[in-house]
Every structure is written in C-alpha cells, then in structure tokens.
C-alpha cells in the first residue's frame, strides 16, 4: 500500500473525514529550512501544509524524518489521510499495524 504524510496545523476532524484542512498556515521559513535538510526529497505544498512521501514510496523513511522534524519546529499534526487517522511519529512499525 501507497501512504503519504500530511502535515501542517490540520483540523483533526476533518482528517478523520480524510479532508486536509489548515487551521493555520505552515510557517514558510520552517518548511524551506527543514527542507533545506532533505535535499531531493519531493515536498508536495499546498493551501497552507505540506505532502511527503512515506509507506511504499520511494523516500518514505526521509519523508517520515521530514515530518518529525517539521513537527518538532512547528507543533503540527502528522497525518496519515488515506486511513484518515492522526499518526505518533514516535510509534514502532510494528505498533502502528497493531493499530
């Protein structure tokens, strides 16, 4: 399976909705300096957050570095919209499948 991480100040209903809405906007600065960390990984930017690679994507181990880093700066969510769920970062693998 195909996941990609959405990160940003997102409203937490709405992704359990699998809807992607910013509360706040990202702090551009922030993006472009955690970015400036991951050179080549593919950011996706939209209206106010941010798309990374992650499960069975290429780069899916850097995009979930990206996203603990964007978070650690910013205080955003990390969320895992095609299962429609908030994701902890700080979870094993084998935690997050056992749900």
Same mark, same amino acid.
């Given at each position: 399976m195909i996941h990609d991480l959405t990160i940003g100040h997102l409203d937490p209903t709405a992704?359990?909705?699998r809807v992607a809405v910013?509360?706040?906007a990202l702090d551009e600065a922030a993006v472009a300096?955690?970015?400036a960390l991951f050179p080549g990984l593919k950011?996706?930017?939209r @209206? &106010?957050?941010v798309i990374v690679p992650w499960h069975g994507?290429? @780069? &899916?181990d850097r995009g979930e570095a990206f996203a603990a880093r964007l978070q650690a700066e910013t205080g955003c969510i990390v969320a895992d919209r095609r299962n429609g769920r908030i994701v902890?970062?700080?979870r094993t693998v084998?935690?997050?499948a056992a749900g």
């Open positions: 992704i359990s909705a910013a509360v706040r300096r955690v970015l950011v996706e930017q @209206d &106010g957050y994507r290429d @780069d &899916g902890e970062l700080g084998s935690e997050r």
